[in-house]
């Protein structure tokens, strides 16, 4: 019952970024309505400016709909609305007036809405009452017909509505692309926790750095830092508490750290980083402050202070060695640093 429930969250939620912009759809199509309002009671077609007064408030119960997130009736009143509107445009005025125009917007929507097959299956209808609405155009003639000057006029503003919101849709879909791509790049590259590089992306800027240290010789540094006792903190504490602590020492860690250093998650509560031409002795003078800077750190907990202290084991790494190399011997000097009492800093020469 409850995967069920879940399930049918998941659907009702899905593509916000496309309901989003149905709201705003609701806003400017029901401006377009009010303007149409005025132009055909203007050109003396009272049955036309009312039909549009009729279409507002579709729109405003769409936008309703929207607001309380159901999505499914929000759509079938725009869709009721469109194409009842554009027949009836078509009919009354004829098919120089541009109505038809508007068909062609739920295209796209058909497809980003629903199920691609369902889409298609839409689509395909979509197709026929275009091209019904065409045919039967051939053979009657406007059931309320205006004068050709304000016939173009009609069209022009129905042509130009249709491309701009054509254009805007354009511009959202691809603003959405690229907004997913740097969202699922920055996923790809970060811990979700505490919003360091991963193990991953920080193997690969390393990877990076040796490439240029192999072309050009220069000092690298690895640093690999552990937080003491963590496990202690999630047993008496909870692991809430354990990944507030998380967040707050990877925080102050990167802070701290300069430029064009950078550190990542390694794994639990370990950190690597990258030190860029940075000697053994230079490493050492930076590791100590970073100890130092933790062991003072006091993290809220309801009122009590945590505070934690840090093993940090570095070593230089030697020229066209095997990167795992360099961290495995980074990793044995923190071993070391544990292993004398811990709240130290440990280095292995090269």
Known sequence: MQARHSNSLYKRD?????????????VLAGSIDVAFFFIFLWLGSPILAWINVISVAMYVCAYRAFVHR???????LIQTEVLVHA???????GWESGFHYYLLMFIPALFVSTRARIAWILAAHLWIYYAGLYVLMWYMQPLQPISSNALLGVNIFNLTVVFCMFSYLALF????????????????MTDSLT??????????LTEKLLARHHRCPTNLTLMLM??????????????????RVLVTVSQHLQS?????????RWGGEEFLGVLPDTDLEQAAETAERLRKAIQVLEIDNDGKKIQVTLSIGITQYRAD??????????????????????????????
């Open 14 to 26: 899905a593509r916000p970024e496309f309901w989003q912009l149905s709201m705003r759809c609701c």
């Open 226 to 243: 552990d937080i003491d006792h963590f496990k202690q903190i999630n047993d008496e504490y909870g692991h809430d508490v354990g990944d």
């Open 70 to 76: 159901r999505n499914r009736l929000g759509f079938a």
């Open 195 to 204: 919003g360091l590089f991963n193990r991953r992306q920080i193997v690969a």
């Open 87 to 93: 027949g009836l445009g078509t009919v009354l005025v």
């Open 173 to 188: 879909y691809a603003i959405t692309v690229t907004r997913a791509h740097t969202s699922l790049s920055r996923m790809a």
């Open 321 to 350: 060695e095997v990167l795992s190399n360099a961290i495995a011997r980074a990793d044995y000097a923190l071993y070391k640093g544990k292993s004398s009492g811990r709240n130290r800093v440990e280095a292995i020469q090269a």
């Open 256 to 264: 701290l750290m300069r430029e064009q250093d950078f550190i990542g």
